[in-house]
């Protein structure tokens, strides 16, 4: 075996891998074969505002001195129908957190 | 202003990771597609749409794992993990593949592709003749230009072995070119 047909093969070799395969539409069909782009989480948002508003009148009911009315309404709803004053003014907070909540989500969607 | 020089692998992969960037990756595919298909040609012994459905499957493969990829290898490496794997799958439902060693393959009756001049027409039909880790070890170092350890981490065999094949493939190479020009 001579060092000259050595090269030629090392040579050989080096230029067949070295030469380019035409694209010829391959990377388009790569690009086609992807899956679908992830979908945004769309109830991000919402789940966030919705739930760091309910946080917020947690932690304020909380934090009031005993005996607030809105307070007293979250625990008269839960008695319906007893339906005190303090029980609307709850109900009317919870009706406009729902009514937050949708408006974002059909915002998002 | 200097030209903008083009992304590294590393900046591309990290694009598609954190922001499901498609662009980036069609560009990861434009670089690489060329010695993929190359490589696939030749462990496919010149089947050339076998070896074009085979490197499609193995983009969509690094597209599906590059979450999972962890830049202790070189991209290379680890897309040639990808295709060779996709190829040894699709080869095995139809014969045993033997990487270790084993008996010389039967010449390929379909491999002969209007490739330009004849000595590499002569090349793709002697490569074919190799057998499957012959053939996958010269694909890994020549085609896919990986160090012989890379090779032998992407194929899954000893260092040694790999190569004991592409000593054996050249060898093999050297006889059958000789022949042809014969």
Not at chain 1, 7 to 14: S, T
Request: hydrophobic share 50%; aromatic share 6%; net charge neutral.
């Amino acid at each position: 075996m001579t060092d000259d047909s050595r090269d030629r093969l090392e040579a050989l070799l080096r230029e067949d891998a070295a030469r380019a395969v035409a694209d010829e539409g391959f990377c388009r069909r790569v690009a086609a074969a992807l899956p679908p782009p992830r979908a945004p989480r769309a109830w991000l948002r919402p789940a966030l505002v919705v739930g760091s508003a309910a946080l917020g009148g947690v932690l304020a009911v909380l934090a009031a001195p005993a005996g607030i009315p809105l307070a007293q309404g979250f625990a008269d709803l839960a008695r319906l129908p007893a339906l005190t004053p303090a029980a609307l003014a709850a109900l009317g907070l919870a009706l406009a957190m729902a009514v937050t909540a949708g408006v974002l989500v059909a915002e998002e969607s | 202003m200097g030209e903008r020089s083009e992304p590294a692998d590393a900046e591309l992969i990290l694009a598609v990771v954190a922001r499901d960037d498609r662009e980036a990756f069609s560009r990861l595919v434009v670089r690489h597609q060329s010695w993929v298909r190359a490589v696939l040609r030749r462990l496919a012994k010149g089947d050339h749409g076998l070896a074009d459905d085979l490197a499609q499957e193995t983009f969509l493969l690094a597209w599906r794992h590059l979450p999972s990829f962890r830049f202790d290898a070189r991209f290379t490496s680890w897309l040639y993990r990808i295709a060779f794997n996709a190829w040894l799958s699709e080869t095995r439902k139809r014969r045993e593949v033997l990487l270790e060693d084993g008996a010389d393959a039967q010449p390929a009756g379909e491999a002969a592709p209007a490739v330009g001049e004849a000595e590499r027409i002569d090349l793709e039909r002697a490569l074919a003749t190799l057998s499957d880790g012959e053939r996958a070890a010269i694909a890994a170092c020549y085609y896919a230009d990986l160090s012989h350890a890379e090779a032998a981490q992407a194929i899954g065999i000893p260092m040694g072995t790999v190569k004991t094949h592409i000593l054996r493939a050249k060898a093999k190479l050297r006889a059958k070119l000789g022949e042809e020009t014969r």
